[in-house]
Structure formats: C-alpha cells, structure tokens
T-cell receptor
Framework: KNEVEQSPQNLTAQEGEFITINCSYS?????LHWLQQHPGGGIVSLFM???GKKKHGRLIATINIQEKHSSLHITASHPRDSAVYIC??????????????FGTGTRLTIIP | EAQVTQNPRYLITVTGKKLTVTCSQN?????MSWYRQDPGLGLRQIYY???????DKGDVPEGYKVSRKEKRNFPLILESPSPNQTSLYFC??????????????FGPGTRLTVL
C-alpha cells in the first residue's frame, strides 16, 4: 500500500463545476505539496502547506494533519484546468530523514 | 528567467550504451533531485543532492549515478542502461536543503527509451 493515496484516479466534469481531489497519507509528515502536470508533461508546483488552507486564484488547498488528509479544490472549473494533479508528502522516516513521497496522480478532464 | 533545464528532452538508445542526462538550474538552489515517472507508479526519487559534493540515494537508485561538482549542475548518469530504465525523467531544484519544505521547480522532463 502506498504511503500517499489519491482519489479519484480519474475525474471528468463539466465546465463550471466545483472540483475536489483528495490526498490521504498513512505516515507522519511535516508538509504536503500539490503539483500540476500538463498534458505536455511539464510539472508545476501549485501549493506547499503544513497546516490550514491556502488559496491562489480559483485553486484552494487544505490540510488536516490530525486526519492525515489534504484536499485540492478548483472553483468554476475550466477546460484549461485539465491536467494531472499530484500530491506529494514530506514523509519523516524512523531515522529522522525527510523525503518527498508522491501519490500516483488524479487525471482531471473538464469538458466545455 | 528562473528555470531548470534538462538535455536531451528525448533519447532512444540501446542496452549497455552509457549516457548522461544533464540538469542545470539558474536559481542558486542548494537542493537538486532526480525523479523517474512510470505509469501507475507515480514519481519516484532516484538521487538527491543537498549541496555541492553532497549526494544521497532516493528510493530507486540502482543503475544510476550522479555527481554535484557545481551548484547549478546535477547530471544523471546511466553507466549501462537497461530496458527497465525506459521512463520519463525529471530534474527538480529548491532553495532549502531538504527539498521538501520549499517550492520545487521541475525541469521539462527527458523521455528515455532503452531498446
């Protein structure tokens, strides 16, 4: 079982819909990243958060450390939001090392 | 423009022929890392470097080598490539030394096919 799980794996929605992508993790972490990978393959960092909520334009990311869960929301979705969204958790190992562990991604398709 | 560059972007090679994928960043970042991305497995870390001459293994280091002689460059070396190293490779950098608590900047990716 992956230490970082995302759901859903695939999501198709109509333009304008409110989108939620979930990320849960089973180990202790100190921060979580949300990344966006466009159809061309390039990866862009959207958010890095360790508590609470962050907002950038139509994108909102939340994290609940106690529940080991994070969500990425997109309001008023648009076809240009179509991409793969990846969460990555900074996992703290038993030896005190920290490393990024990635979910397998959520493929989002927004239909006009 | 702040960026991470990788070369080549696409490469088809044969088993056993040594190759190097270059990675360079112009942001004076201390932390650099290599990842491979495979369908169904997501991104996995190969090697990382916290500063010049400081490198360490990630989750899947077998078959790869790296070096960090200068801050800006972090090449990935495949001494004897095999077909199971066919993948999409990403280099990334960030300003912190852990690489996981600061924004990561990714290169455009290198698609490698080993025949």
């Amino acid at each position: 079982k992956n230490e970082v799980e995302q759901s859903p794996q695939n999501l198709t929605a109509q333009e304008g819909e409110f989108i939620t992508i979930n990320c849960s993790y089973s180990v202790g972490i100190s921060a979580l990243h949300w990344l966006q990978q466009h159809p061309g393959g390039g990866i862009v960092s959207l958010f890095m958060l360790s508590s609470g909520k962050k907002k950038h334009g139509r994108l909102i990311a939340t994290i609940n450390i106690q529940e080991k869960h994070s969500s990425l929301h997109i309001t008023a979705s648009h076809p240009r939001d179509s991409a793969v969204y990846i969460c990555a958790a900074m996992v703290i190992s038993n030896f005190g090392n920290e490393k990024l562990t990635f979910g397998t991604g959520t493929r989002l398709t927004i239909i006009p | 423009e702040a960026q991470v560059t990788q070369n080549p972007r696409y490469l088809i090679t044969v088993t056993g022929k040594k190759l190097t994928v270059t990675c360079s960043q112009n942001m004076n970042h201390e932390y650099m890392s290599w990842y491979r991305q495979d369908p169904g497995l997501g991104l996995r870390q190969i090697y990382y470097s916290m500063n010049v001459e400081v490198t360490d293994k990630g989750d899947v280091p077998e078959g790869y080598k790296v070096s960090r002689k200068e801050k800006r460059n972090f090449p990935l070396i495949l001494e004897s490539p095999s077909p199971n190293q066919t993948s999409l490779y990403f280099c990334a950098s960030s300003s912190g030394t852990s690489g996981a608590t600061d924004t990561q900047y990714f290169g455009p990716g290198t698609r490698l096919t080993v025949l």
